[in-house]
């Protein structure tokens, strides 16, 4: 990602319907910021990205960007990657 300077961007995931999964809203993301290839999305309810794992049902994406952000690629890893 790059962000601009005052630029930032959060992650959330949503259900099929567009309802965050508890504790893992766009609004409980820690905020991203300035250029970054290997950042990883943290929620303030202390689960992180390999997290998503133990999500069982069909799920969405939410990026939410806020100013000048491009956002090139984005992955699902383990901590070994």
Known sequence: MEA??????TVGIV???GQPLPGLSAT?????????LDAEVLWR???GGR????????????????GAVDVFSFRFATKEN
Not at 4 to 9: F, H, I, S
């Open 28 to 36: 409980n993301c820690v905020q991203l910021g300035g250029n970054q």
């Open 45 to 47: 309810s202390g689960q």
């Open 51 to 66: 997290s998503i794992g133990a999500v069982t049902q069909p799920f969405r994406i939410e990026f939410v960007l806020h």
């Open 4 to 9: 601009a300077v005052g630029g930032w961007l």
């Open 15 to 17: 259900d099929a319907n």
